[in-house]
């Protein structure tokens, strides 16, 4: 998918402008055969610390508001999904938002900036959304707003719940490097530190920013695309002016980046039983899942304690399949709870010896090799390509290893 970036002048608390030039960015992304397009944060209104001044400007993040519905019309009409920042009021409160609108117009969501940025403190409420995730074509996308890109935490977050595509609504201004170039040359550190990002977590990150000055916020341009390896695909645009950068952005790039060969894969070498992310709402689901199958069946993983602090997104997948497949029942055998324990160790990113072990015991209680590859095909399709090649070949290690020529034949008798 061909994925843009416009970067805008936005006039500060004039909506009708801003709608004419967002909408005119949207009409120009399409018309260039994007199926994506990344404007500003608070694309809307502007960017500014005045309480007063935005709140008139603000509407509902269920798209009947005038910018939403701008957009929506933009975005059907051109065939293409739009990221737009733009400030929520819901009810009393005010926060700095970003929708999420698909290429057939509908509102898929909002996102709501998690870290507020000084003193639009004095305007906005913390973002209560967590970190929502959004399937716009065969992208995965994030969406993260300026100041949240100073917390790691939160792409990486993204890029464990399998974002191929990090969205960043931005209004960037001076105060993080010891002196930012007033040119366009020069290292300005958040282009640097969206590249190392992107980099480190194996996506690609599209940063829309604005130009121009509101008040005294003077915002630094330089929007660009970044690919999973860290290199500028499209910009850094100049500082001043608006314009528009595109790149082919696509999942298959981004799952192949996370595995960077000799066995080196970032996200499966992670430290978990040292440390750990916590809480996503996904995060919490795994935390129930684990709950709900030692109260009620007894059987606690206790070699992954931690599962709750792996791979959020997977997480959330795993408990509605228990639930459907096996939690309703009133008991499991012991060659089905080594199906389920493949399963989830499967799309946990487990260690490959772990998963090995496990599937070798699946087969020692009693499940048939067909029966294995038949759960493995069930939670793979949601992992990615680089754990479906290790758990592939887990499989035939397992079974078509040198070791699999001592196994055990197969009985209901033995323990895991």
């Known amino acids: 998918m061909k994925v843009a970036v416009a970067q805008l002048e936005p006039v500060a608390l004039d909506l009708e402008a801003n709608i004419t030039a967002t909408v005119a960015a949207i009409e120009a992304a399409a018309a260039d055969g994007a199926g994506l397009v990344v404007l500003p944060e608070c694309a809307s209104s502007g960017w500014l610390d005045d309480p007063h001044g935005v709140g008139p400007l603000a509407e509902p993040g269920d798209g009947s508001g005038p910018a939403l519905v701008a957009w929506s019309a933009a975005a059907a009409r051109g065939e293409i999904a739009v990221v737009a920042g733009f400030p929520e009021r819901a009810g009393d409160v005010l926060y700095n938002s970003v929708a999420v609108i698909g290429a057939d117009g509908a509102v898929l969501g909002n996102y709501r900036k998690l870290h507020l940025f000084g003193s639009e403190r004095a305007v906005f409420e913390p973002g209560d959304h967590g970190l929502p995730t959004f399937e716009i074509g065969e992208l995965k996308v994030g969406v993260l707003v300026c100041y949240d890109l100073r917390f790691p935490e939160a792409m990486r977050l993204l890029a464990l719940e399998g974002c191929d595509l990090i969205t960043v609504p931005t209004a960037w201004v001076g105060g993080f490097d010891a002196q930012t170039p007033a040119g366009e040359g020069g290292r300005v550190g958040q282009v640097e530190g969206a590249l190392v990002q992107a980099n480190l977590n194996s996506v690609f990150v599209a940063c829309a920013d604005a130009t121009g000055a509101v008040g005294d916020a003077r915002f630094l341009g330089r929007s660009l695309i970044a690919s999973p390896y860290g290199e500028p695909l499209a910009g850094p645009l100049p500082a001043a002016g608006a314009g528009m ?32 992310l916590e809480g996503s709402p996904a995060a919490a ?5 684990l709950a709900d199958i030692e109260r009620r069946r007894g059987y606690l993983l206790d070699m992954h304690r931690t599962l ?19 939690l309703a029942e009133r ?16 799309a946990l990113s487990t260690p490959r010896s772990h998963l090995v072990a496990h599937l070798r015991a699946a087969h020692a209680a009693g499940a048939s090799e067909e029966q294995i590859l038949e759960t493995l095909e069930l939670v793979l399709p949601p992992v990615g390509v680089p754990r479906f090649i290790e758990a592939m070949a887990a499989f035939e290690e397992a079974f078509r290893g040198p070791a699999a020529t001592n196994r055990p034949e197969p009985n209901g008798d033995q323990a895991p």
């Open 245 to 276: 950068a595109a790149a082919e952005v696509t999942a298959e790039a981004a799952r192949a980046a996370a595995d960077r060969g000799a066995g080196v894969s970032p996200r499966l070498d992670r430290r978990t039983d040292v440390y750990s």
């Open 285 to 289: 689901d795994g935390a129930t899942m």
């Open 308 to 326: 709750a602090d792996l791979d959020p997104g997977f997480l959330a997948h795993y408990e509605d399949f228990l639930g459907a497949a096996f």
């Open 331 to 346: 008991s499991l055998d012991r060659r089905e709870k080594e199906l389920v324990y493949t399963g989830v160790l499967t």
